[in-house]
C-alpha cells in the first residue's frame, strides 16, 4: 500500500510540475528559487511543487517582505493563491508579475482566470457592475495573452467562456447593467473564439456543444 502511495504521490508532482511547464514559467522561477538563500523561498517552492499550495502560500508570504519586488516569488504566490481558490489575492499578485514583466503571457492567463471565477461566483456580494468590470478586465487580459501568443488554443478557449459569461450576465434583463446589444456582440465574440478552437481542434466535442449553446442564448434575447 505504501509503495502504491508513493507512486501516486510521484504521479501528482509530476502532473504539477508538466502544468507549471506549460504556461511556461517554471524553469525561471525554479533556478531561482534554487538559488535563493531565504529558507521561505525553498519551503514555499517544495510545498508548490508537492501540490500542497496552502503551504506555499504561507511560505511565500513569509518571504516576500525580505524580497518584495522579486517576480518569480510573486509568480509563484500568484499560482499557489489561484490553485487554493484565493482568487484576489492571485489577481493581486500576478498584477505585480504583470507590472514588472509586461511580456509574461502566463501571467496575464492566470490574473484573466481568476478574475473569470470571481466575476461568476454567485457565493459573493459583488454587483453586476462589480462582475461586468472583472469580465471586460479577463477578456482584456486574454486578449493580451493572444496578442503576445496567438497559437494558444487554450486563451482563445477560455476568452470564449468569459465572453460568454459577460453575455450571460449582461443579456439578463434583470440584470441593473441589462445591455442587449452588448450582449449579442459578447456571444458572437464567444462563437468566434470557439469557432476559432474548433478549426484547430474539430474532435472537441464539449466545445462543439458549447458553441449550439452560446447560439441558443444569442437567439433567446
Known sequence: MRVKLNKVHLSVKKVVIAGLFVIGSIPAFAQNADNNTNPYVKLGQKALIDGDFKAAVTNLEKALPSDPQNLDILYMLGYSQYQSNDYTGATKSFSSVIKGRPNDVSAYYYRAKAQNTLAIDTESKL??????????????????????????????????????????????STSKNYNKTAAVESYDNCIKDLETVLKKNPNRKDLDLELKKVKVYRTSL
Do not use: V
Open 127 to 172: 454587483t453586476d457592475e462589480q462582475r461586468s468590470n472583472l469580465l471586460h478586465a479577463s477578456i482584456s487580459d486574454y486578449s493580451k495573452a493572444i496578442e503576445m501568443n496567438d497559437s494558444d488554443a487554450k486563451l482563445y478557449q477560455n476568452r470564449a467562456m468569459a465572453f460568454r459569461d459577460l453575455g450571460n450576465l449582461i443579456g439578463t
